[in-house]
């Protein structure tokens, strides 16, 4: 509760929070406040200009490009989520292992963390897609695979730095239970640099599976995504921009809201740095003074 009325006093974090729950809300409700079929095709309506029923006009096949861009919000934003929660719960679960335990447990996950840690982000997704084929759900498979370690690597340092303080001696001799001094002990610790980590992650990762569909090695015909909705709208970007357009700014706009929210839940978790901010912006006042004084002079 604290954390969230922190935020809520940054007046562009709370807009940016509000932004996110709105667009999510309407990916879970697609079917319902689509106003038509995302798949239907209409041949004579083909490049309609925008009207009282197709509000952002329709694409070459005749869609309703309000219906796909609402619907695209599932696979661009909520399936990206899904993919970034699994990758976040494993990696802290490895990470509170090898933090906690330490010894061999921690040398061999991470030195497994080091092998994973080694590849390129995308050479593994491209390589999950060379053996897979496209598709979206092997690439948010790949996301997993590549992610968690990162995660796991976080969870760890984090985990270190009180695992060997008073408090856990105290619970461990008083024969409490490793889980329950993980639950109440280690994890509040660990969660702001969780939070921050996989909010960040969040805004790239939408980037990056738009970028793939964009390519065609996303989600594939006839299902809405942001990046496929760019890749048909390319043969017409100079006759029909507005098509471009968007999903170009759903995709700005989200991924904007993601970083502005990281920033403040940054800030939020570690409050010197807004006081660090206003040094830097508000100079001192004998500074103010010293200036004061050589303008009067």
Known sequence: MRLFRQVWKDKLA???LFFLAAILVAGIFAPFLAPH???????????????????????HLGRCVLSRLIFGIRPSVLWVLAALSVSVGLGAIA???????RGKTDAVLMRICDVMLSFPGYAITLAVIGML????????????WMKWAWFA????????????????????????SDFRIMAKHIVPVSF?????????????MILQISGFSFLGLGIQAPNAEWGMMLNEARAV??????????????IVLVVSAVNFLSDALQVAF?????????????PSAAAAVKLHGKEVA
């Open 153 to 176: 690597r976080i969870v760890r340092t984090s985990v270190l730095q009180v695992a060997d303080a008073d408090y856990v001696k105290f619970s461990k001799a008083l024969g409490v």
């Open 95 to 101: 990470g509170l292992i090898a933090g906690y335990y």
């Open 270 to 282: 570690n409050p010197k740095l807004m006081t660090s901010r206003h040094k830097l912006q508000k």
């Open 14 to 16: 709370a807009l940016c």
């Open 133 to 144: 084929g496209p598709g979206l759900e092997h690439i948010l498979l790949a996301f997993v």
């Open 192 to 204: 702001p640099d969780i939070a921050v980590v996989s909010s960040s992650s969040f805004g790239s």
């Open 237 to 250: 970007m100079f006759s029909k921009p507005e098509l471009m357009l968007a999903p170009g700014i759903a």
């Open 37 to 59: 079929d995302p798949t239907e095709v209409r041949m004579e309506l083909r490049f309609a200009a925008p009207s009282w029923d197709y509000w952002l006009g329709t694409d």
